[in-house]
Protein backbone atom coordinates (compact mmCIF):
# COMPACT_ATOMS: atom_id res chain seq x y z
CA UNK A 1 0.00 0.00 0.00
CA UNK A 2 1.14 3.44 -0.77
CA UNK A 3 0.29 6.71 1.11
CA UNK A 4 0.90 10.04 -0.69
CA UNK A 5 1.12 13.25 1.07
CA UNK A 6 0.97 16.55 -0.64
CA UNK A 7 2.49 19.77 0.67
CA UNK A 8 3.16 23.20 0.11
CA UNK A 9 -0.49 24.62 -1.08
CA UNK A 10 -1.36 28.31 0.15
CA UNK A 11 -2.15 31.80 -0.32
CA UNK A 12 -0.83 33.79 -3.39
CA UNK A 13 -1.48 36.86 -5.64
CA UNK A 14 -2.54 36.10 -9.04
CA UNK A 15 0.90 36.50 -11.17
CA UNK A 16 2.30 34.25 -8.04
CA UNK A 17 4.16 30.88 -7.87
CA UNK A 18 3.74 28.29 -5.77
CA UNK A 19 5.22 24.61 -5.72
CA UNK A 20 3.64 21.47 -4.44
CA UNK A 21 5.00 18.39 -3.42
CA UNK A 22 4.12 14.93 -3.02
CA UNK A 23 5.76 12.24 -1.18
CA UNK A 24 4.92 8.62 -0.19
CA UNK A 25 5.01 7.41 3.38
CA UNK A 26 5.51 3.70 3.79
CA UNK A 27 7.91 2.97 0.52
CA UNK A 28 9.14 4.27 -2.19
CA UNK A 29 7.61 4.79 -5.30
CA UNK A 30 10.34 5.38 -7.37
CA UNK A 31 8.48 2.89 -10.43
CA UNK A 32 5.08 4.84 -10.01
CA UNK A 33 4.28 7.15 -12.86
CA UNK A 34 2.64 10.26 -11.25
CA UNK A 35 -0.23 12.43 -11.70
CA UNK A 36 -1.50 16.19 -10.56
CA UNK A 37 -5.07 16.48 -10.42
CA UNK A 38 -7.17 19.25 -8.92
CA UNK A 39 -10.83 19.97 -8.14
CA UNK A 40 -12.42 23.60 -7.60
CA UNK A 41 -15.42 23.70 -5.46
CA UNK A 42 -18.60 22.72 -7.44
CA UNK A 43 -16.51 21.35 -10.34
CA UNK A 44 -15.50 17.95 -11.34
CA UNK A 45 -12.26 16.36 -10.93
CA UNK A 46 -9.48 18.10 -13.53
CA UNK A 47 -5.76 16.51 -14.63
CA UNK A 48 -3.49 18.63 -14.71
CA UNK A 49 -0.21 16.96 -15.19
CA UNK A 50 1.97 13.87 -15.07
CA UNK A 51 5.04 12.84 -15.00
CA UNK A 52 6.33 8.84 -15.76
CA UNK A 53 9.04 7.01 -13.04
CA UNK A 54 12.29 8.50 -14.50
CA UNK A 55 11.07 12.17 -15.28
CA UNK A 56 11.94 11.98 -18.70
CA UNK A 57 8.63 12.45 -20.19
CA UNK A 58 5.93 14.78 -18.95
CA UNK A 59 2.38 15.61 -20.16
CA UNK A 60 0.19 18.54 -19.13
CA UNK A 61 -3.52 19.88 -19.37
CA UNK A 62 -3.73 23.00 -22.05
CA UNK A 63 -4.97 24.72 -19.15
CA UNK A 64 -1.47 24.81 -17.36
CA UNK A 65 0.76 24.09 -20.46
CA UNK A 66 3.73 26.73 -20.07
CA UNK A 67 2.86 27.48 -16.73
CA UNK A 68 3.41 24.65 -14.54
CA UNK A 69 6.04 21.98 -14.58
CA UNK A 70 6.01 18.76 -12.97
CA UNK A 71 9.29 17.38 -12.16
CA UNK A 72 10.41 14.32 -9.32
CA UNK A 73 13.57 13.39 -7.71
CA UNK A 74 13.33 10.21 -6.58
CA UNK A 75 17.05 9.94 -4.75
CA UNK A 76 14.66 12.40 -2.47
CA UNK A 77 11.67 10.13 -3.10
CA UNK A 78 9.15 13.06 -4.10
CA UNK A 79 7.09 14.62 -7.28
CA UNK A 80 6.92 18.32 -7.45
CA UNK A 81 4.59 20.22 -9.37
CA UNK A 82 5.99 23.75 -9.48
CA UNK A 83 3.08 26.40 -10.87
CA UNK A 84 4.38 29.92 -12.13
CA UNK A 85 1.97 33.04 -13.26
CA UNK A 86 -0.85 31.47 -11.48
CA UNK A 87 -4.83 32.75 -11.83
CA UNK A 88 -7.45 32.88 -10.14
CA UNK A 89 -8.96 29.89 -11.92
CA UNK A 90 -6.51 27.79 -10.93
CA UNK A 91 -7.87 28.06 -7.21
CA UNK A 92 -8.77 24.34 -6.09
CA UNK A 93 -7.56 21.53 -3.80
CA UNK A 94 -4.83 19.62 -5.89
CA UNK A 95 -4.13 16.07 -5.41
CA UNK A 96 -1.23 13.71 -6.09
CA UNK A 97 -1.77 10.44 -7.68
CA UNK A 98 0.23 7.28 -8.53
CA UNK A 99 -0.12 4.28 -10.54
CA UNK A 100 2.61 1.57 -11.86
CA UNK A 101 2.14 2.46 -15.43
CA UNK A 102 2.76 5.39 -17.78
CA UNK A 103 0.36 5.44 -20.34
CA UNK A 104 -0.11 9.35 -22.16
CA UNK A 105 -3.90 8.09 -23.42
CA UNK A 106 -4.84 6.93 -19.67
CA UNK A 107 -3.00 9.33 -17.28
CA UNK A 108 -5.91 11.75 -17.51
CA UNK A 109 -8.17 9.35 -16.21
CA UNK A 110 -8.34 9.94 -12.57
CA UNK A 111 -10.10 6.14 -11.97
CA UNK A 112 -6.78 4.64 -13.24
CA UNK A 113 -4.84 5.41 -10.64
CA UNK A 114 -3.97 3.31 -7.84
CA UNK A 115 -2.74 5.81 -4.80
CA UNK A 116 -3.85 9.32 -3.90
CA UNK A 117 -2.84 11.99 -1.40
CA UNK A 118 -5.08 13.92 1.35
CA UNK A 119 -4.84 17.06 -1.43
CA UNK A 120 -3.70 20.56 -0.81
CA UNK A 121 -5.42 23.65 -1.15
CA UNK A 122 -4.19 26.34 -3.20
CA UNK A 123 -6.08 30.03 -3.73
CA UNK A 124 -4.71 32.23 -5.92
CA UNK A 125 -6.69 35.85 -5.10
CA UNK A 126 -6.97 38.62 -7.72
Known amino acids: QVQLGESGGGLVQAGGSLRLSCAPS????????VGWFRRAPGKESEFVAA????????YYADSVKGRFTCSRDNAKNTVYLQMNSLKPEDTAVYYC???????????????????WGQGAQVTVSS
Open 51 to 58: INWSGGST
Open 26 to 33: GRTFGNYA
Open 97 to 115: AARPAYDLATMPLDDSYNY
